[in-house]
C-alpha cells in the first residue's frame, strides 16, 4: 500500500484545471478512458515524463468533467517520448482523491500501463508516445 498515499498526494496536485509545463512541446494524444461512472465528478489526470517526476510533479494535469462510461480526453502539451498517467475520478468534487482510515482509496483510480493492486509506479504505469489511444481503467 506505499504507493497509494502518494499517489493520492500527487493527484491532489493534479487538481488544477490545467497546468503545463513551461519546457513542453504541443503535441497531444487521446486517452480512453473506462469504467467512468457516469455524469459524476470530475476525472483528475496526471501525466509524468520520467521517474524521477513520477507521483512529485505532473507535466501535464487535467480536471475535466465526467462523461460516460467510456470517455476520450486529450492530453496536450507533452512532447517525451514515454509518459505515465496516473488519475481518479473525483465523484464529490472536492479536488482530492477520498480514502478510508486506512488510506485504501474510495473513489474510482487508474493509471496508464498495468498499476497492479497497490498502485501505480513509474515502472508500471510508463506506455510509449505513439500515436495510439492510451488506455486507462479506473477502478470499480
Request: hydrophobic residues 45%; contains cysteine; proline residues 7%.
Amino acid at each position: 500500500m506505499k504507493h497509494l498515499p502518494t499517489l493520492t498526494t500527487a493527484l491532489a496536485i493534479a487538481a488544477a484545471v490545467f497546468t503545463i509545463d513551461a519546457s513542453a512541446q504541443t503535441g497531444c494524444t487521446t486517452v480512453e478512458v473506462h469504467n467512468v461512472r457516469p455524469q459524476q465528478g470530475f476525472l483528475m489526470l496526471a501525466a509524468y515524463t520520467d521517474a524521477e517526476s513520477f507521483n512529485k510533479k505532473p507535466a501535464v494535469s487535467l480536471r475535466v468533467p465526467a462523461g460516460e462510461a467510456v470517455t476520450s480526453v486529450q492530453l496536450c502539451g507533452v512532447s517525451a517520448p514515454v509518459i505515465a498517467i496516473a488519475m481518479f475520478q473525483d465523484l464529490d468534487s472536492d479536488g482530492r482523491m477520498a480514502q478510508n482510515i486506512m488510506r485504501i482509496p474510495t473513489e474510482p483510480w487508474g493509471s496508464s500501463g498495468t498499476p497492479g493492486a497497490f498502485g501505480p509506479t513509474w515502472e508500471t504505469a510508463k506506455t510509449a508516445l505513439n500515436g495510439s489511444p492510451i488506455v486507462v481503467r479506473l477502478s470499480q
